[in-house]
């Protein structure tokens, strides 16, 4: 996936006519709900389609919610097998998400230090952006932020997130 295609998706999100629209298909499944003219719905739904986030059915059309974790999963650097290190993600990581999470610390630390790259050093995060980023990767998205909290590798104040340790690429 390029970073093309992750601009689009944001761009199309950032005009307002696709963003009512595709707010009226996650909410209630009817773009017609999203408070436009006739065609500017159709031509908002094309737009959609095109980038992934909407799909035409049978049955009329649909949110592809999926398309933000490919997206996610993009931005994440792949993992080619060389290190130990490498082994323990690869095993854990299924498809981009978390077929468990590890019981053993060792290889926990592993795996939420892979997820841990995902937040910038320095950028603070309200807590509902750290849960979107984290249910990419497994359904209990709350354990997954609990164990970066307590090995210290995100901190938190007042449902404020912060990058606070693990490994940085240079």
């Excluded at 595709?22 to 737009?47: F, I, Q, T």
């Excluded at 290190?83 to 468990?100: C, K, M």
């Excluded at 980023?133 to 932020?145: E, G, I, K, Q, T």
Aim: hydrophobic residues 40%; glycine residues 8%; aromatic residues 8%.
């Amino acid at each position: 996936m390029s970073e093309q295609e992750i601009r689009q998706v944001l761009g199309l999100l950032y005009q307002e006519d696709t963003l009512r629209v595709l707010s009226a298909l996650v909410l209630n499944g009817k773009p017609e709900d999203a408070g436009l003219a006739h065609d500017a719905v159709r031509r908002a739904l094309e737009r959609l389609e095109r980038g992934g986030l909407a799909v035409r059915g049978e049955d009329g059309w649909h949110a592809r919610r999926e398309r933000f974790r490919e997206l996610l999963h993009a931005t994440a650097k792949p993992v080619v097998p060389v290190s130990p290190e490498d082994r323990v993600v690869q095993t854990f990581l299924v498809g981009g998400r978390l077929r468990a999470i590890p019981s053993r610390r060792d290889k926990r630390l592993v795996v939420l230090d892979y997820i841990a790259r995902l937040f910038e050093p320095g950028v603070r995060y309200p807590e509902k952006d750290v849960n979107v980023v984290l249910r990419a990767f497994h359904d209990d998205y709350a354990a997954l932020r609990r164990y970066l909290v307590d090995e210290g590798l995100l901190s938190r104040e007042n449902n404020v997130y912060w990058r606070s340790g693990g490994s940085v690429e240079v």
